[in-house]
């Protein structure tokens, strides 16, 4: 799928399955974080949007701005984070690298170090993006 150019009316209607929408104050900094951390591709950068791509899971970014009308923009918070209780895995994404690379970006956090799970069989870490997701990298252990 070529994320960069197709028509948006046409991208809505390929996507399939489960798809995420994060609301961010920065879409740009999100973006960077996404890219920088965790080596997701990024599509359609501007302030207000953009796609990030994971092993064929497709996030779109919008900014607070351009989601004005949608019932959730009420429930946004202010200020403070975002995403209380919802996390979002990874998988294939080293851990252990990720947490390294966090320290580039100032308002982000490390909430759980890269460990071995042996009941998920993963070895995972817990990050925090600067707009408050969830984000858990994780790798299977070796065998």
Do not use: W
Not at 41 to 51: P, S, T, V
Not at 99 to 113: G, Q, S, T
Request: glycine share 10%.
């Amino acid at each position: 799928m070529d994320y960069d150019t197709m028509p948006a009316a046409e991208f809505g209607v390929v996507l399939k399955g489960i798809t995420l929408n994060l609301l961010t104050r920065d879409v740009r900094g999100e973006a960077a974080f996404l890219a920088g951390v965790f080596g997701l591709a990024i599509h359609r950068l501007c302030n207000d949007y953009a796609i990030a791509v994971h092993d064929k899971i497709v996030m779109q970014l919008h900014s607070d701005r351009i989601f004005a009308a949608h019932p959730l923009y009420g429930l946004l918070p202010e200020a403070g984070p975002r995403g209380a209780g919802l996390e979002i895995r990874l998988h294939g994404v080293d851990p252990d690298a990720a947490c390294a690379k966090v320290v580039e970006f100032a308002d982000a956090v490390v909430l759980a170090a890269a460990q071995d799970k042996a009941g998920h069989g993963l070895r995972e870490a817990v990050i925090l993006a600067p707009s408050g997701y969830a984000f858990v990298p994780s790798v299977p252990l070796s065998r």
